[in-house]
């Protein structure tokens, strides 16, 4: 079983709601990520967070907001989501961000706004 | 033109088959190329990865980039349903002036091996 684990598995929220969802990896892990897999898209990289500090935005809107704590811990605080921000968001961790690093994913938590 | 193209399938398969999967891409920066396999529910796992050019083996699996073409392929022998999953590429490049680097997916490839 992976050694990054996301809550909630499961998310339904309406369109003025705010809801976190939360990444923890077991692994030792200095650098951890959020993406986003839509159906019928390619998985898109939002935030990529490098011993705390963010180091990549990748044209995020500002409704999706980051929070790395520490370097086991990563949050994804979602507010007036928009429906077509329905899709699978997935975290990952790996030793660090530079190089030839392999990326571990969480089982990722299945989200649909309304 | 996308960076990376990938036939999204579904590509349906008698057990034992062998199975060729394939990505295109045409940002010639890319040089470390790695597959993926993404079972229902659950996130991708690395299956493989090569750099520059060349063949890699790995059990019943074999990677192959030819970057001459900008193609990449993975081949799975006397494939099993256990092997049933979508399997994504991924390329990256190293990007000057940081050690970030930043993997580009293709869209997935949906596999069913049938029993």
């Known amino acids: 079983e992976t050694g990054v684990t996301q809550t909630p598995r499961h998310l339904v929220m309406g369109m003025t709601n705010k809801k976190s969802l939360k990444c923890e990896q077991h692994l030792g892990h200095n650098a951890m990520y959020w993406y986003k897999q839509s159906a019928k898209k390619p998985l898109e990289l939002m935030f990529v967070y490098n011993f705390k500090e963010q180091t990549e935005n990748n044209s995020v809107p500002s409704r999706f907001s980051p929070e790395c704590p520490n370097s086991s811990h990563l949050f994804l605080h979602l507010h007036t989501l928009q429906p077509e921000d329905s899709a699978l968001y997935l975290c990952a961790s790996s030793q660090g961000a530079g190089g030839l690093e392999t990326q571990y994913f969480g089982p990722g938590t299945r989200l649909l706004v309304l | 033109q996308k960076e990376v193209e990938q036939d999204p399938g579904p590509l349906s398969v008698p057990e034992g088959a062998i199975v060729s999967l394939n990505c295109t891409y045409s940002n010639s920066a890319f040089q470390y190329f790695m597959w993926y396999r993404q079972y229902s529910r659950k996130g991708p796992e690395l299956l493989m990865y090569?750099?520059?050019?060349g063949n890699k083996e790995d059990g019943r699996f074999t990677a192959q980039v030819d970057k001459s073409s900008k193609y990449i392929s993975l081949f799975i022998r006397d494939s099993q349903p256990s092997d049933s999953a979508t399997y994504l590429c991924?390329?990256?490049?190293?990007?000057?002036?940081?050690?970030?680097?930043?993997?580009?997916f293709g869209k997935g490839t949906l596999l069913t091996v049938n029993p």
């Open positions: 991924a390329m990256s490049a190293t990007r000057s002036g940081g050690s970030n680097y930043k993997l580009t």
């Open positions: 090569t750099y520059s050019s």
